[in-house]
C-alpha cells in the first residue's frame, strides 16, 4: 500500500469545513479493522442538518458522511475472519457499528444496540464518531474509511452504478418506513410530509408497493422536488394542506389516508395535519424529533385510533431488499441523482 494518509473533510464546527491529511490506521495497533477505500458517499439530510450545528451529535470534530460505498483495502486477520471479507470486495456499509452480543443485536434491532447510539460518547458509528477517536477515519468524505470490525455491509454488482450505489441506504429506508413501519401496500393511501432524498425514497417504494394515492407535501422553495415527487409518481405534490386533504378527501371517498409520514417538521402542527389526513386506524410516522417537547394531540390521536411510532433507521433486510432493487434495475432512481 502506497498511501500513508487519507484526505478527509472534517467537521470543525458549525457549517466549517477543514481538509486534512489523517493518518492511514495500522493495523499491527488496530487489529479491530481494515481500510476501505471510499468510492463515493452519499448525501443524508442528517448530513446537512449536522453540518450546520455545533451541538450532538458532531458537537467535536468528525468526518461527516454515513452512505458509505467502497472497497476493502487492506484488513487484519482477526477482521477478515470476522467481518467474512477479502481484499478488493466492492461494498456498502451501514451506519451502524453495533456490539453483535447484547440483546437487542440479538434479536435483529442491531441499529438499536447502545454500543452504536447516536452521539453517545464511547459509542461508534460512521459519519458521527469524533475524529479524537482513534483511528479517527469514520466518515465517508474521506478518501479512506476504517471498516471496523462491528461493520454490517452488503456485496455490491459489479454493475450497479456508484451514485444508485449510494442511494441503496435511502431506499431501504423509504421501504422500511412506508412499507413495513407504515404498512402501506396495494390499494393504500400514503402521505409524506417532506420532500427530501428520503421522502422521495418513500414515494419510489409506496409506488413498488402498489399505493392508490401518494401526496407529498413541502415548503414554499421545494419545487423542484415536488415536481420530481409527481415524477415519481405522487397523485398530489404541493405546499398548500387544505388542497392536499380535500384531494385525499375526493381520492379515498372520505375514508382519509392509512399512513402519514412526517420526514420533515415533527411539530405538533404537522401531527395535528397528520392526524385529520389519517382513517380512522391508521398510523402515523414521526421521522424527525426536534429537541424539546413536543406536544401530542392525544384525544384527537385516541379517539381515531391512531398508531403513533418513530421512523428509526434501517433494518438489514430493508438494506438488502433495497440492494436488490437496485440490481434489478427497474427503479427511477437516477432522477434523484443530482
Ligand atoms: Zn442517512
Ligand atoms: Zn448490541
Redesign the pocket.
Known sequence: MSHKSACAAVKMGASTTEIQELPLPDLQRHPEGGLLRVEATGLCGADVMWYSRADEPTDQPAILGHHIVGVVEELSDRAASRLSLAVGDRILIEEYL?????????EGD?RF????ALGDPGALRYGSTPVATEPGLWGGYSEYAFLHERSVWHRLSPETSTEQATLILPLSNGIQWVQWDGGIGYGDTVVIIGPGQHGLCGVIAAQAAGAANIVVLGLPGDEGRLELARELGAAFAGVDTAAALEMIRDATDGQLADAVLDMAAGTTATLEFGLDALRTGGRLLAGVWPAGATPIPLRKLATKRITLRPLRGHSYEAVDAARRAVERGNLPLDLLCT
Open positions: 453495533p456490539c453483535g452480543t447484547c440483546v437487542l443485536c440479538r442491531y444496540c447502545p454500543q452504536t
